[in-house]
């Protein structure tokens, strides 16, 4: 996009013309290299990062970009001539705007319109999350020595939000091609004389979407960029959007392990009961313990440098300096509370992997901690300590993207109980501190942010330890999710090694 900047700033091409040839160009081909569906939506190309697309630039937007700067920069300039050229084609476009001719993109006009929108803001300041008018950091912007420049950061700023926007209007505006089972309607319900649904990533809220940046990528297969984005546009070839789609091959649109149920992406990749019950190992648990084995890697990584690295808990006496002009410096107070893994000299570590990458399923619960029995009674990882008699524990859950909120819920309510006896000392006379951490992982890599900031700041992972984890868990479970997509049509599944993608990671 740099190499056409330059031309879009000196040369007039209409702006009809971009967005109509030279945008229809580069989506064609966008979507070729990407092998996005045609069918699919093509706003995910263009779409930010947080919002699940892979932030490419786009080039009816980045046209319009540079005449605003080009216009700004004639406005503004030092010349009395040339603010007076620019006054006169203001002035020729403001009387356009009233005539038959407003349908045109006017620069001038759009300029006038976002400098307004930039003085409001500065007035009634930022708002976030919907926490009120001036809640949180007013964005900061550069003072160089062109004091326009500034301005003009912040308009492009505004108009860069205003386009966001605007895309995600015209998504939600436009009916989704695609099965009604693995969709969210409009305000939770369908349309019914209109029928139109639309995708569940519009619903996606607190989430760390994959990330489809260009050094990433280029280090991935091509299935992976592939099934990636069809996958958040709900747009593979599954048994039921064949049938939407009239395809020969669509059959009848039911599940194609036989058990009469839409043949859906969600419920092929998190709901199929057939595949859940597959024994010894279901392809649902495969994914599961594969994004596991990742954290538990992590963990012990982490719990080894902790022990290492271990910090005393006494505040050792500090010395104080004086200066020359003779200013007495005291010195900073430390902290006498050490992190929570650096408590410790003899924590232990159980998970439902072990060191091979094999699945353990049978280890009860911890007796020194508490004799807890039945299925499903202990979460999927435990780490405690008998000399500071503190227990913390990490179950994952792996569910469809629009349940990650519901899931977490549902697992904290699970455990409190054992949480609030280890508290009050109901085993053993004992009473523990507890530190539950429940995280979810969605089967197409989206993590729910709050827990998964949460876990890593508990355990005490470091910024770059914290991003290695996270793309692991990510690359696991896009594979898995991926390999059982291509197995859809296999009645039998072989047990599998888990994927470990934790060591093709990179900080």
């Known amino acids: 996009m740099s190499k056409v900047s330059c031309d879009f700033y000196i040369h007039d091409f209409p702006p009809s013309f971009v967005s109509k040839e030279l945008q229809s160009i580069q989506t064609k081909y966008l979507k070729k290299w990407s092998e996005l569906e045609v069918r699919a939506d093509p706003s995910v190309l263009y779409r930010p990062r947080e919002d699940s697309g892979m932030g490419l630039k786009e080039v009816a937007i980045e046209h319009k970009k540079q005449r605003l700067i080009r216009r700004h920069q004639l ?77 003009r950061e912040a308009m492009l700023h505004v108009f860069g939000e205003i386009a966001k926007e605007n895309r995600l209007v015209k ?22 004389k209109r029928g ?19 050094n990433r990528i280029l280090q ?52 199929c009961q057939k595949a859940i019950k597959e024994e010894p190992q279901s392809r649902i648990t495969w994914r599961h313990d594969s994004i596991l084995l990742a954290i538990y890697k992590s963990v012990k990584d982490r719990i ?3 022990m290492e690295s271990r910090v005393e808990t006494e505040v050792e006496d500090s010395i104080g300096f004086k200066s020359n002009l003779g200013k007495f410096t005291a010195p900073r107070a430390q902290s006498s509370q050490a992190p929570l893994l650096e408590s410790a000299d003899d924590w232990k570590v159980q998970f439902d992997v072990n060191d091979e990458g094999v699945s353990v399923k049978e280890r009860p619960f911890p007796s020194e901690i508490a004799v807890v029995s039945g299925p499903g009674s202990r ?52 009473k523990w501190t507890v530190v539950p951490l429940c995280v979810e992982v969605g089967a197409r890599g989206a993590i729910n942010e709050q827990p998964w900031n949460w876990m890593c700041k508990r355990l005490g992972f470091s910024k770059c330890s914290k991003r290695r984890l996270t793309q692991g868990v990510q690359d696991a479970a896009v594979a898995c999710s991926y390999y059982i997509f291509l197995c859809r049509f296999l009645r039998t599944w072989e047990p599998q090694a888990l994927v470990d993608t934790l060591e093709r990671s990179e900080c």
Not at 176 to 182: D, P, R, T, Y
Request: proline share 4%.
């Open 220 to 271: 991935k297969q091509d299935s992976y960029l592939r099934f990636a984005l069809n996958a958040v546009q709900d747009s593979l070839p599954t048994p039921s959007r064949l049938k939407h789609w009239q395809q020969d091959s669509a059959g009848d649109g039911l599940c194609p392990l036989g058990c009469r149920v839409t043949g859906s992406l969600l419920h092929i990749l998190c709901q």
């Open 379 to 430: 979460p999927d990882g435990v780490i405690w300590s008998m000399q500071t008699k503190t227990v913390i524990w990490i179950e994952l859950t792996s569910p469809w993207e629009e349940n990650l909120t519901k899931k977490h819920f549902e697992k904290m309510d699970k455990y409190n109980k054992l949480a609030i006896d280890l508290r009050e000392g109901k085993h053993h006379g004992v």
């Open 304 to 306: 080894k440098e902790a």
């Open 196 to 214: 139109n649904y639309f995708c569940g990533w519009l619903t996606w809220r607190n989430v760390v979407s994959l990330d489809l940046r260009w």
């Open 171 to 192: 998504v939600m505006s436009k009916p989704l091609e695609g099965e009604q089972v693995s969709t969210v309607p409009l305000h939770g319900k369908p349309d019914e």
């Open 75 to 151: 406005a503004t300039s030092r010349d009395p001539q040339v603010r007076e050229i620019h006054g006169r084609f203001a002035a020729f476009q403001d009387r356009k705007k009233t005539n038959a001719l407003r349908h045109q993109w006017l620069e001038c006009v759009e300029m006038d319109e976002l400098l307004a929108e930039v003085k409001t803001g500065k007035i009634k300041g930022t708002s976030s999350d919907g926490a009120g008018v001036g809640y949180g950091v007013r964005r900061k912007w550069s003072r160089p020595q062109d004091k326009h420049k500034g301005e």
